[in-house]
């Protein structure tokens, strides 16, 4: 009796710890080519694919993926799944702050909703994202033994650029100077 609760209590942190690691993905960039882990997101638009074919069929998948943001953006996010069964309602996608060594995210690490996606694509945007250290996490399971795969496009609108500098005061006088001088020589012209 007294070796059944340790057993159980065992077996309950082994089962909590699986559930929370996760594999560090790898993201493409527009071209297809793998960017560094912890990139900086802009314009252009990046892509997480995982396919999960017969070969390597799992229960289940968990991958988590790194990326900066050098200043305060709108995430626009598009989430699907392609090659072959969709994936159940199961999947989802999560969006923390911090960076991620292959554990999941907690609850109070969530950098707005998580939304599901499988067997169509959904589009959603995380607005106002300040500066700093995200990762995202991409969880879910096959509809049958044949597997799936998804397919996850991220873009971080770029900036609008620094505010245009106030002119100083002497380039103000050197214009107003300029004009003034053009509209003497018009006015001279005229007169002639």
Not at 1 to 26: C, D, F, Y
Not at 71 to 89: C, E, I, M, R
Not at 125 to 132: D, E, I, N, Q, R
Request: charged content about 10%; proline content about 7%.
């Amino acid at each position: 009796m007294k070796l059944t609760t340790p057993l159980v209590a065992l077996a309950l942190a082994l089962a909590g710890s699986a559930a929370s690691a996760a594999t560090i993905g790898v993201l493409y960039d527009a071209g297809g080519n793998p960017i560094a882990n912890g990139a900086d997101l802009g314009p252009d638009l990046y892509s997480a694919v995982q396919a999960d074919i017969q070969p390597t069929y799992t229960s289940s998948f968990d991958y988590v993926y790194n990326f900066m943001l050098d200043s305060t953006t709108d995430l626009n996010v598009s989430a699907n799944t392609y090659l072959g069964p969709t994936v159940d309602g199961s999947a989802s996608f999560s969006l923390y702050n911090g960076t991620s060594t292959g554990d999941s995210g907690t609850p109070g690490a969530l950098a707005g909703t998580v939304f599901t996606f499988g067997g169509t694509i959904v589009n959603t945007t995380f607005s106002g994202l300040p500066a700093g250290t995200y990762f995202f996490e991409i969880a879910g399971s096959p509809a049958t033994m044949i597997g799936t795969a998804f397919n996850v496009t991220l873009q971080a609108p770029g900036d609008t650029g620094p505010l245009p500098a106030v002119p100083e005061p002497a380039n103000m006088a050197l214009l107003l100077a300029g004009l003034g001088l053009m509209g003497f020589l018009v006015k001279r012209r005229a007169r002639d």
